[in-house]
């Protein structure tokens, strides 16, 4: 199933609730969380064309995701990454752009995308009555201590936690693979040394070495 917009195949109306039978279609598809892992070649292509996209004075425009769905991405990545004192968030990294381009031409992944973004909705509805987006910003971090650590045992939860997961890997993989994400990690490149005096004890003593 290719999903090349928000329109084609997706079983989806802007603005509107998706039908029982699309959500089934969708959360089939959910356990291909693990599809969303990507090689550095493809990585680096995305950040090219996400780049590009935002160095231009027009909007950037979706070729994947839906108006929610970009909604709900924008809302996830910042809430993995938020912007502090050191560097501005994921989304003034470009990840939601980033991982729209990584979607294009990628039929299994763009089903485990659309229906890991359909479980959390879910979940959202079962826990509040609404859909991520249109959550307090309590609420959507209460239902993300739910799906965030691994070690939760509700099976009921096996398949959030797992998209969640790669989620916050790939938003992860997006921004410090930008170059505000390369200044958030202090990297000064390499130092050239004058003299190597051998690994420091200290770390040799963690490691368990001698």
């Not at 294009?104 to 359909?118: F, Y």
């Not at 004890?201 to 963690?206: H, N, P, Q, S, V």
Request: aromatic content about 8%; charged content about 25%.
């Amino acid at each position: 199933m290719t999903l090349r917009n928000a329109d084609c195949g997706s079983g989806i109306d802007r603005g509107s609730r998706m039908s029982r039978r699309a959500m089934l279609e969708l959360l089939a598809g959910a356990p291909a969380a693990a599809a969303l892992v990507w090689t550095p070649v493809e990585a680096r292509q995305a950040h090219e064309h996400a780049e590009a996209a935002r160095a231009q004075a027009a909007p950037y425009k979706r070729k994947f995701f839906t108006a929610h769905e970009y909604a709900t991405v924008a809302l996830l990545v910042d809430l993995i990454i938020p912007r502090d004192e050191r560097s501005g968030s994921a989304t003034d990294a470009g990840v939601p752009e980033f991982m729209d381009f990584m979607m294009i031409d990628q039929p299994r992944r763009q089903v485990a995308m659309r229906g890991g973004l359909a479980l959390i909705d879910r979940l959202s509805e079962d826990r509040f009555g609404k859909r991520f987006a249109n959550l307090t910003d309590a609420q959507r971090r209460q239902l993300l201590d739910e799906i965030a650590y691994t070690s939760n045992p509700d099976a009921g939860l096996s398949h959030h936690i797992a998209f969640f997961n790669s989620f916050r890997d790939l938003t992860a993989s997006g921004f410090w693979s930008t170059k505000m994400g390369i200044h958030d990690l202090q990297y000064q490149g390499n130092v050239f040394v004058d003299e190597w005096a051998g690994c420091p004890d200290t770390a040799l003593k963690k490691l368990g070495v001698s």
